[in-house]
């Protein structure tokens, strides 16, 4: 089945550097790929996604890049800020599975 | 409008006992998802319900795991004999037809003593 790597498991940051998460994907078929967030105690939440049919998406500081041919997919922050503190977490579906295999999350902390 | 909404926000319960866990989608939301969320690590697939479509029930653990849902409404996630390592966080999660996009709830915290 699907399986999904994501890395660093941990990650650092200075205020104000960028940040970036990869992921790879086994799963040709893999069509959509979102990022989720999520905050000490608190649910996940979607801040980004993609879909296969284009190679980057960008929203204010964070950028999705996917690379179909190597199977992988990353997450970029820009000007990080400490609010920007949580887990990031990758996933991969495709259209005929319907369910969102995740990735095993990034602890992010962006020091003031 | 509401969010996804699940119950017990937590639970406690000794070892061997068997718990009920609730999900309220979002009215209209087709698709339900149940995932498991230990401490400190990824979201783990458990079941997923679409319509009246039988359910995909490929990720859950043992036969101690069940699910059901009523139609495109509550869906209650039941563990029979439950076992310590049973403890961590349930999600449950919907989307409507058009959508990839996945709502979470606020998860039910498990612990079994």
């Known amino acids: 089945g699907e399986n999904v790597e994501q890395h660093p498991s941990t990650l650092s940051v200075q205020e104000g550097d960028s940040a970036v998460i990869k992921c790879t994907y086994s799963?040709?078929?893999?069509?959509?790929f979102p990022w989720y967030k999520q905050e000490l105690g608190k649910r996940p939440q979607l801040i980004i996604d993609?879909?296969?049919?284009?190679g980057e998406k960008k929203d204010q500081r964070i950028a999705v890049t996917l690379n179909k041919t190597a199977k992988h997919f990353s997450l970029h922050i820009t000007e990080t800020q400490p609010e920007d503190s949580a887990v990031y977490f990758c996933a991969a579906a495709s259209y005929n599975t319907d369910k969102l295999i995740f990735g095993t999350g990034t602890r992010l902390q962006v020091f003031p | 409008g509401a969010g996804v909404s699940q119950s017990p926000s937590n639970k406690v319960t000794e070892k061997g006992k068997d718990v009920e866990l609730r999900c309220d989608p979002i009215s209209g939301h087709t698709a339900l998802y149940w995932y498991r969320q230990r401490l400190g690590q990824g979201l783990e697939f458990l079941i997923y319900f679409q319509g009246n479509s039988a359910p995909d029930k490929s990720g859950l653990p043992s036969d101690r795991f069940s699910a059901e849902r009523t139609g495109e409404s509550v869906s209650t996630l039941t563990i029979q004999r439950t076992q310590q390592e049973d403890s961590a966080v349930y999600l449950c999660?919907?989307?409507?037809?058009?959508?990839?996009?996945?709502?979470f709830g606020p998860g039910t915290r498990l612990t079994v003593t």
């Open positions: 993609i879909r296969s049919n284009v």
């Open positions: 999660a919907s989307r409507p037809t058009a959508s990839y996009e996945q709502y």
């Open positions: 799963d040709s078929a893999s069509n959509y």
